[in-house]
Every structure is written in structure tokens, then in C-alpha cells.
């Protein structure tokens, strides 16, 4: 009963200088160095420090710097992969910016004789050309319509001096008529006598 008493009680003791060990590994760099500090002997004025206790608090220190470093060097290469993320996404947003710049001016153009206008510019100009055109289609019928009476009129004087000229030469051949029957008429007297 002593031996199983015994061998309890050692196991009791490395267990729970086990979990101890952990409980100071697992506690923050400021707790150890108190720790440390406060479990340390004084002599004079100075500190007497355990080997195991300096080299445990210099293990754990070291392994802190270089979870740091880890995750400095992590943290790092996060930033630089994010960096050429965010400048990737600059030059894709720039070309999606002139992509985009380019198609509202295709959008908002129309391609006259092979130059891009604005649909303003494309609709003075269009509107300009209708109102010249309707402008000079004015100005032609008023023409035609001045020409037409103008041609009209001279018409009717034509026909007015044909039809003078006609009673004129009618009027004419009467004459010519009657003095070649008088004309005959006097020969035929003149044969008479």
C-alpha cells in the first residue's frame, strides 16, 4: 500500500510540475519576467536568477521574436501581394475607365464621311443641311412660280399678237384681193376699149 501510495504521490508530482511548466510557457513574456523577478533570490543588490528559469524566459522571448518575425514576415508579403492586387485592380479599373469613356463617345457619336461627331454636332449639322434645303427648295418654287407667270403672261401676249398678225395678214390678203380684182378688173377694161 506504501509503493502504490508512493507512486501516486511521484505521479501527482511530475504531473503537476508538468502542468506548471506549461502554465509558464503558456502565460505572456511581461508574466514570466515577473516571474522570474519575483521567484529570484537577492543578493545585495542584485538578482540571483535559476538557470532554467533564465534559459526557459530567454526560449520563450526568442520563440515570441520569431513568431513575431513570422508574422511580420507574413504580414509583409500579405501587404505586397495586396499592393499588386490593388495596383493590378488600378490598371484594370484605367483600362475599364477608357473602355468605358470610349463607348459613351461611340455611344454619344456618329461616323460621318470616317470622323466620329457628337450627336449634337451630327444633328446642327443635319438640321442646318434640311433648313438650307428647304430654304433654296423656297427660293426655286418662288422662281418657277415667277418664271411660270412670267412665261404665262408672254404666252398670252403671243397668242394676242399671233392673233393680230393673223387678222392683220386676213385683213392683208382682203386687200391684196381686192386691188388684184380691181388690178384685173382695169386690165380687163383697158382689153375692152
Do not use: P
Not at 4 to 33: G, K, P, R
Not at 95 to 124: P, Q, V, W
Amino acid at each position: 500500500m506504501k509503493r502504490t501510495f508512493i507512486s501516486l504521490l511521484v505521479s501527482l508530482c511530475c504531473i503537476l510540475s508538468l502542468s506548471a511548466q506549461e502554465a509558464t510557457n503558456q502565460n505572456t513574456l511581461e508574466d514570466q519576467f515577473t516571474d522570474v523577478i519575483d521567484k529570484s533570490n537577492s543578493y545585495q543588490e542584485f538578482k540571483v536568477i535559476k538557470k532554467f528559469k533564465i534559459n526557459q524566459l530567454k526560449k520563450s522571448v526568442l520563440d515570441s521574436v520569431a513568431a513575431f518575425e513570422a508574422t511580420i514576415d507574413t504580414l509583409t508579403s500579405e501587404i505586397v501581394a495586396q499592393k499588386q492586387e490593388i495596383s493590378t485592380l488600378n490598371q484594370t479599373l484605367t483600362s475599364t475607365n477608357n473602355d468605358l469613356a470610349a463607348s459613351r463617345e461611340k455611344e454619344d457619336g456618329i461616323y460621318l464621311f470616317g470622323m466620329l461627331l457628337r450627336k449634337s454636332t451630327y444633328n446642327a449639322i443635319l438640321w442646318s443641311i434640311i433648313g438650307i434645303l428647304v430654304l433654296l427648295t423656297g427660293v426655286f418654287v418662288m422662281k418657277f412660280r415667277r418664271s411660270n407667270s412670267i412665261t404665262r403672261d408672254a404666252k398670252l401676249k403671243l397668242e394676242e399678237t399671233e392673233s393680230e398678225f393673223d387678222g392683220h395678214r386676213q385683213r392683208s390678203l382682203e386687200r391684196e384681193q381686192q386691188l388684184r380684182r380691181k388690178l384685173q378688173d382695169e386690165l380687163n377694161k383697158q382689153r375692152k376699149v
